[in-house]
């Protein structure tokens, strides 16, 4: 099947820090990428969406400039939590999908920590 | 009424049980479904993807989907306590499209 890694798997950081996380596509090219955030005991809140090569999509309520996503390759994209506060705490998601197909693949999670 | 509809649970239910998980959906155009399954702390995992109605085997798992009741079911057969976690219903209405998750059903199997 089809593998993505995250990575870190958990992060804690203090407040005021820039966190990055890593998505990778291991064994197929990632034309889409998805980013989530599910806080405990929910679902998952679909936070932006980014296709290879061009500008992310966020959903409304999403600050592009607080979460910034990069997908710079069909194997790699970023999410970076920049100025970090104790309420962006939460299990990041990172989802990837290949051209022409609708099923997507998640990565491990990341569990971040601001303090 | 929100878009896609699941039990949150959780079920419990004894080891070697059938396991019948449902979602409800509002919007008619939606085509292609998929399971998925999530353990605690843990990036959901991809169990079925289905397209269009009909019946899938895998294992264990058959998911079916019934688009004229705007309903879909994933069935567990012999329940193991490996099955316990959350399971997550997702679905669009083109391959391009995001997904629309339901809330998740929190599943239990005792031993």
């Known amino acids: 099947g089809a593998v993505v890694s995250q990575h870190p798997s958990r992060v804690i950081c203090k407040s005021g820090t820039s966190v990055k996380i890593e998505c990778r596509s291991l064994?197929?090219?990632?034309?889409?990428m998805f980013w989530y955030r599910q806080f405990p005991k929910q679902s998952l809140m679909l936070m932006a969406t980014?296709?290879?090569?061009?500008?992310?999509?966020?959903e409304q309520g999403v600050e592009k400039d607080k979460f910034l996503i990069n997908h710079a390759s069909l194997t790699l994209s970023t999410l970076t939590v920049t100025s970090a506060h104790p309420e962006d705490s939460s299990f990041y998601i990172c989802?990837?999908?290949?051209?022409?197909?609708?099923?997507?693949?998640f990565g491990q999670g990341t569990r971040l920590t601001v303090v | 009424q929100k878009e896609v509809e699941q039990d949150p649970g959780p079920l419990s239910v004894p080891e070697g049980a059938i396991v019948s998980l449902n979602c409800t959906y509002s919007?008619?155009?939606?085509?292609?479904f998929m399971w998925y399954r999530q353990y605690s702390r843990k990036g959901p995992e991809l169990l079925m993807y289905?397209?269009?109605?009909g019946n899938k085997e895998d294992g264990r798992f058959t998911a079916q989907v019934d688009k004229s009741s705007k309903y879909i079911s994933l069935f567990i057969r012999d329940s193991q306590p490996s099955d316990s976690a959350t399971y997550l219903c997702?679905?669009?209405?083109?391959?391009?499209?995001?997904?629309?998750f339901g809330p998740g059903t929190r599943l239990s199997v005792l031993p």
């Open positions: 980014s296709n290879e090569g061009s500008k992310a999509t966020y």
């Open positions: 997702a679905m669009s209405a083109t391959y391009g499209q995001n997904f629309v």
């Open positions: 289905t397209y269009s109605s």
């Open positions: 064994d197929f090219q990632a034309t889409t």
């Open positions: 989802s990837a999908r290949t051209g022409g197909r609708a099923e997507a693949f």
């Open positions: 919007n008619s155009a939606f085509q292609y």
